[in-house]
């Protein structure tokens, strides 16, 4: 990662990255509505905000389940056609959720398989990535998908609940099963088959392992490279940060500046996160790299006055600069798939997915059972100082494993991690 900064320009010019930063637009449009749409839907018929809530939360559980069992399939299938699969079984099951007269809770379990094939789908995308951006491309190519969501997350808080209105949810459903479709052929269509390579085997070797072997295989790789795991113990800090997200609402009340502060809130996160990345990606790669720990400890860090109630404005902005510090997840995203043998990628990738997932979904539930006996500030205050002291420990460890200016492990390194 030494060397020149590339540009945007450099990672739009890989004409694979475009089809599939394009493909991914689409997804996330018409993911953003299919949430709303559905949590609009079962709040519509059942009146139960807790019902809504719960829906919405689907879309992101099954990631825990996905990330650790289904991401292997991109090391065992060209990841291609693990991502067109993947897209077409979903367009599947969400023109099946909008047909009318589908029950409720078949359409929410529905909701949580097409949640379950998104995790082979990302795995699938990130091991492809290394093939398609090379060097310092990556980081910027990981960062422009990471932006594209954030921006998303704004449109989707601002406008996504009025094109549902104006749609009505069976249709925002269909056209979020065009946007699979369309997903497919575009990859399809881009988008070379990026076969994963492992390396030759011996006469007399075992044939080809199944999925659960690679399963085990993939875990071993993290679980045998501390850097690996430093680097997936940075991210999982997110888990600390995004507190303030789950208690937007009633903070903004604590804060008793209506109903409009809470959105401020959210949308500041996602803000700060894009500003953060346009920033991180004008720098030299070793500076990127070196800035990753202090960045991840800074995250947590400006979090703390919050606890003190320094009024909307002040807090908009400390979210803000909250989120922008958390742009160094394109570099530990960078990082540790680099760092991984191109075989395992996939089921790696996977294993951080779920750990990432259940870092954050563990802080926002535990949040809101604390949010019953203590004040939101006061437990935004407390996740910061946690947060604080796990990052400045996992930077510790990550400055003793290798220094700032060091590049990710040869492949033959990593490979002889396997044992």
Do not use: K
């Not at 809130?265 to 500003?275: E, F, K, Q, R, S």
């Amino acid at each position: 990662m030494s060397g020149s900064p590339a540009s945007y320009r450099d990672v739009f010019a890989a004409t694979e990255f475009r089809w599939l930063w394009l493909a991914h637009l689409l997804s996330v449009i018409g993911d953003q509505l299919a949430r709303v749409a559905l949590t609009l839907l079962v709040f519509d018929r059942t009146e139960s905000a807790g019902l809504a809530a719960l829906t919405y939360a689907l879309t992101y559980l099954p990631d825990l389940v996905g990330g650790a069992a289904l991401a292997g399939l991109a090391d065992r299938f060209p990841r291609r056609n693990v991502m067109v699969v993947a897209d077409l079984a979903r367009a599947a099951l969400v023109g099946v959720m909008a047909v009318p007269g589908v029950p409720l809770a078949a359409q929410v379990c529905l909701l949580a398989v097409v949640q379950l094939l998104t995790a082979p789908f990302s795995a699938a995308r990130q091991a492809a990535l290394p093939d398609i951006l090379h060097g310092d491309r990556l980081a910027l190519g990981l960062g422009v998908f990471s932006m594209t969501y954030q921006a998303a997350l704004v449109v989707g808080f601002g406008s996504g609940a009025a094109l549902v209105a104006g749609l009505g949810a069976p249709t925002a459903l269909l056209v979020n099963a065009a946007t699979f479709v369309v997903s497919a052929l575009l990859i399809a269509r881009g988008l070379g088959p990026h076969r994963p390579v492992a390396p030759a085997r011996e006469a007399g070797d075992p044939a080809p392992p199944g999925q659960w072997a690679t399963v085990r295989a993939g875990w071993r790789v993290v679980a045998r490279d501390p850097r690996l795991l430093t680097l997936l113990a940075i991210a999982c800090c997110s888990g600390f940060y995004v507190v303030p997200e789950g208690l937007a609402v009633p903070y903004a009340a604590e804060l008793d500046a209506g109903q409009a502060a809470a959105g401020w809130l959210l949308v500041a996160n996602p803000v700060g996160t894009v500003i953060g990345m346009l920033v991180l990606g004008r720098l030299r790669p070793e500076r990127r790299l070196a800035l990753m720990g202090p960045l991840a400890v800074a995250s947590s860090l400006v979090l703390i006055p919050t606890g003190w109630l320094p009024g909307l404005a002040v807090s908009v902005l400390l979210w803000t600069v909250s989120g922008a510090c958390s742009a160094h997840d394109m570099v530990v995203q960078a990082t540790y798939v680099e760092s991984v043998p191109a075989h395992r990628r996939g089921q790696a990738v996977g294993l951080a997915i779920a750990a990432l997932r259940a870092a954050q979904g563990l802080a926002i539930v535990a949040a809101g059972v604390l949010a019953q006996l203590l004040s939101p500030s006061t437990i935004i205050l407390v996740a910061a100082v946690l947060g604080t002291l796990a990052a400045a420990a996992a930077w510790h460890r990550w400055s003793r494993l290798a220094p700032p200016r060091a590049l990710p492990p040869p492949q033959g390194e990593a490979d002889n991690l396997l044992g």
